[in-house]
C-alpha cells in the first residue's frame, strides 16, 4: 500500500490530485493481487495505464501552454515510465507472476513517483504557477 500523504506536494495543487488518484488506483491493485483475481487485475491495469498516460499529457499540456524549458526533458522520462509499464504488464501476462506486478507497482513505482515529484514535478509546478498563478 502506497502512502499519499508521504508523497512530496508541489505548488500547482491540480498536480497534487492527480497524484493523489494515480496512488489510489495502484493501492486498489494490492487485494487484486492477493486473491489472484486475474479479471479484476487486467481491469485495474487499464485504468492505472490510462490514468498515467493522461496524468502525463496533463502535466504536458500545461508545460507547454507556459513555455516551460525543461519540457522535453521531462516528456522524455514521462515517455520512459510509460513504456516501462507496459513492457511490465506484458512480462506479467507472459509470465503469470504476480510478483512481478508486486515488485514494479509497490516498489519500483512509489519510489520513482516520490523521487519524480520532488525533482522534475516540483520545478514544473513552480513555473505554472509563476506563469498561470496558483
Ligand atoms: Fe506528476
Ligand atoms: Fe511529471
Known sequence: MIDSTKLPKVAFGEMNDVHNEEVVLINGLESLLHDNDITGIENQLDRIFQHTIEHFQNEQRHMQEVGFPAYIMHKTEHDRVLNEM????????????????NTYFFSTIPAWLAQHIASMDTITAQFICMHKGC
Open 86 to 101: 507496459q513492457l511490465t504488464v506484458m512480462d506479467w501476462r507472459t509470465r503469470k507472476d504476480n510478483e512481478i506486478l
